[in-house]
């Protein structure tokens, strides 16, 4: 599978800061692109995700922003809380994720309060 | 809360023992995923099936044995495993060739290998 480039490999924001996460593909087959937050022990549970016919998509406090012709996409969180601390990963796939999701190599995010 | 639920959370076993991880959705998806997971590392994925039926193997070593009963269960079988085994396993599930499609994982089953 094709990779996907995740920065930065941990992050540390006091709260109220926007941390943002960047993610860049190289395949142009893939067709979504979700992120998933993951804390301790827990599985990855999906954050918010966007197709590449969308710039930009905004779910509560989290923004993905995608630029088609960079072949980039980053993930935003505003007013961010202690709670946000967590693993972020970027994923990439074909045809709807049918073989499976390409994940980039996390990042860890400490809000501080 | 998930909608996907695996068991058991926690697993120990011995390098010769014969063990299952068991998956269960019941959101009428019709793809389910085995990934591996190791510490601070990104899932892997090693098993993906479609309609009850092995789609992808991605190379996965003979010891672990994948089956799919019917559309709601998988399970992942074990034997003669080997302490580099040792990892969290996730089950997902999704509705299948859908652009946009949610995949949405179990909590994972805790396997150590001693």
């Known amino acids: 599978q094709q990779q996907v480039k995740q920065s930065p490999q941990s992050l540390i924001v006091q709260k109220g800061g926007i941390p943002i996460i960047n993610c860049a593909y190289e395949?142009?087959?893939?067709?979504?692109f979700p992120w998933y937050q993951q804390f301790p022990g827990k599985g990855p549970a999906l954050l918010i995700a966007i197709r590449p016919d969308v710039s930009e998509k905004k779910e509560g406090r989290f923004t993905i922003s995608f630029n088609k012709s960079a072949k980039q996409f980053s993930l935003h969180i505003m007013d961010s809380q202690p709670g946000d601390s967590a693993t972020y990963f970027c994923?990439?796939?074909?045809?709807?994720?049918?073989?499976?999701?390409?994940f980039g190599k996390g990042t860890h995010l400490i809000i501080q309060p | 809360d998930t909608e996907v639920t695996q068991t058991p959370k926690h697993l120990v076993m011995g390098m010769t023992n014969k063990k299952s991880l068991k998956c269960e959705q019941h959101m009428g998806h019709r793809a389910m995923y085995w990934y591996k997971q190791k510490a601070k590392k990104p899932p892997e994925l090693m098993f993906v099936?479609?309609?009850?039926?092995?789609?992808i193997n991605e190379s996965v070593p003979s010891r672990f044995s994948p089956e799919c009963p019917n559309s709601s269960l998988l399970n992942l079988h074990l034997h003669a495993l080997q302490p580099e085994d040792s990892a969290l396993y996730l089950c997902a599930s999704s509705q299948w060739y859908r652009a946009g499609n949610t995949i949405y994982f179990g909590e994972g089953s805790w396997l150590t290998v001693v």
């Open positions: 099936y479609s309609y009850e039926k092995l789609s």
């Open positions: 994923a990439a796939s074909i045809r709807g994720g049918a073989d499976g999701l390409t």
């Open positions: 395949n142009t087959a893939f067709d979504y």
